[in-house]
Structures are given as structure tokens and as C-alpha cells.
């Protein structure tokens, strides 16, 4: 019975143990609820990163190609294939017409360089709360682990107790009919008693 006793309070301690964990769970779940809506306003950023980084590298080479066009003209009077000279008023024009577009180019990529940078953030920001997600996921599948380990230790326990109550049950059983052996053998033995009277 002390043992029946002993098992069934160690389920209850089990039983509050594994409750502890279901409810970590519950507050890891919605902590994960969270950061998954972060992440859902996040999961454009490769997209956009890799956009942006192909309009760059599209801007660079109309700025560079641009320059190169300026630089010929600023330094070229006439054409070096043909030989063909250059009417100034052309090359003026069209050397500040370079110039401005350089200018405006170098100014789109300043600008697009800043929205880079803000994307870069959200990047690493996307990283990190993948990363925190990751860990919360691994938290939860621990707990649940440990709470399957729980339950099966209260089985076990369960399975126990089970024994013990047919054991005891059996004892009592096995008692009664010693009582009444020893009841049959009382009876017995005040004949057996009688009977030597009687010969004598």
C-alpha cells in the first residue's frame, strides 16, 4: 500500500513536471506565431536584394560607358578611324549632354546604393529571426520530447501500481483461504480430539 502510495505521488509530481513543459510550449508557440508574421513581411527581400543588385550593376555600365564616350569627346577633336574632324559646337554639346546624364546616373546610383543598404538590413534582420525561429522550433521539439518521456515514465508507473493492486488483491485472497484452513483445521482438530476421548 506504501508503495501504491509512493508511485501515485510520484505521478502527480510527473504530471506537474509535464505540465510545466506543455505550457513553455505554449509560450514558445506564440513567441513563433510572432516571428513568423515578421518573417512574412521579410520573405521579399532575396528578391528585391538580388533586383536591386542587377540594376546596379545595369547602372554602372551606362556610367562607365557613358565616361568612356566623355572622355573621347573631351580629348578627340576628330574621329581616329576615319579622321573626319568633329564640328566644335557638337562635341560641346554633346559633352555636356554626357555630363549631365553621368551626373544623373551617378545620382540614381547614390540613391539606389542607400536602398541597398536598407535592404542589407532587412536581410540580416530576416537572418536573424530565421535564426530565432530555428532555436524556438528546437525548444519546443525538446519539451516535447521530454514530455513524451514523461508520459511514459506515469505509464510505467501506472503499470506498476497495476501489479502492486493485483498483488495486494491476491494476498488478501490467499489470506482468506489460510482463515479458512486454519478454521477447517481447528474444526478437524476438536474432532480428531473427540474421537481420541471416545477410544480411550
Known sequence: TDDIKEKQNQIRKIAREAKEYIDKNEELSKELDT???KLLGLSDVTESLRTLSDLRVKIRQKVSAAGSEYDFCNDNVSCPTCTQSLK???RVNKIADLDNSINKLQLGLSELESKIQ???LREVLFTNITQEVTSLTHGISQNNTRISGL???SRDLESEIQRLTDQLANRNTEHDKLESFKDNLSVTYDQLASKKDTVN
Open 35 to 37: 516571428l513568423d508574421s
Open 151 to 153: 508520459q511514459r515514465q
Open 88 to 90: 566644335e559646337e557638337f
Open 118 to 120: 536598407e535592404e542589407e
